[in-house]
């Protein structure tokens, strides 16, 4: 079992930076990919980025990619989100999950509660 503890969420300006962390117990995040998706309201949660266990391979939505860097820790058993130039259509509830390398959520077996960001003209 693993548990996923998210923060760093909150409520900034277009243009802005934000650092989500993800936080793992129960087993180390090396042993999975860790992902990144959100959700805004009245949309499907969507996929934002993802890193391999090993720390060594990355994937990026589109939408985000040149803008936010995924990363791992493997010494604090953490995966964190890096947000810079974020902009309104940035606004969701962001989950990290433990998983597969993979874009789709059903490939994860393991959700935080998730962190709100909200960015605002």
């Known amino acids: 079992q693993v548990q996923l503890v998210e923060s760093g969420g909150g409520s900034v300006q277009t243009g802005d930076s934000l650092r989500l962390s993800c936080v793992a117990s129960g087993r180390t995040f090396s042993t999975y990919n860790g992902g990144w998706f959100r959700q805004a309201p009245g949309k499907a949660r969507e996929f934002v980025a993802v890193?391999?266990?090993?720390?060594?391979?990355?994937y990026y939505a589109g939408s985000v990619k040149g803008r936010f860097t995924i990363s791992m820790d493997n010494a604090k058993n953490t995966v964190s989100l890096q947000m810079n130039m974020l902009k309104p259509e940035d606004t969701a509830v962001y989950y990290c999950?433990?998983?597969?390398?993979?874009?789709?959520?059903?490939?994860?077996?393991?959700w935080g509660q998730g962190t709100q960001v909200t960015v605002s003209s």
């Open positions: 999950a433990a998983g597969g390398f993979s874009i789709n959520d059903n490939d994860y077996g393991y």
């Open positions: 890193i391999s266990g090993n720390g060594l391979t990355t």
